[in-house]
Nanobody, 116 residues
């Protein structure tokens, strides 16, 4: 079955950096777009970044442009989110998502805490 497992969340100071990973299995990873979302306490889950199957195109929500980079390694069935210049507003649980055969699959999330 389709499975997504995020990792890399941690406590980081404002201005710091973090790299999140999402490992996929149970589907042909190299044929599907991959997306990152985040959800802060009391807020709705929001889209963060998107990458095409070969990794040649990416798209970001305005609030993370020029700070976050999404990438993927299809040989490892893994998508990454490189986060720089983190702010308090970036604190959230981060989730990866794959839409396989019109069904959305989510990982369990990884927590990013930004605090001094």
């Amino acid at each position: 079955q389709v499975q997504l497992v995020e990792s890399g969340g941690d406590l980081v100071q404002p201005g710091g950096s973090l790299k999140l990973s999402c490992a996929g299995s149970g589907f042909p990873f190299n044929k599907y777009d991959m997306r990152w979302y985040r959800q802060a306490p009391g807020k709705e889950r929001e889209f963060v970044a998107w990458i095409t199957p070969p990794g040649s195109s990416t798209f970001y929500v305005d609030s993370v442009k020029r700070r976050f980079t999404i990438s993927r390694d299809n040989a490892k069935n893994t998508v990454y989110l490189h986060m720089n210049s983190l702010t308090l507003d970036d604190a959230a649980a981060y989730y990866c998502k794959a839409q396989v055969s019109v069904v959305d699959y989510w990982g369990q999330g990884t927590q990013v805490t930004v605090s001094s």
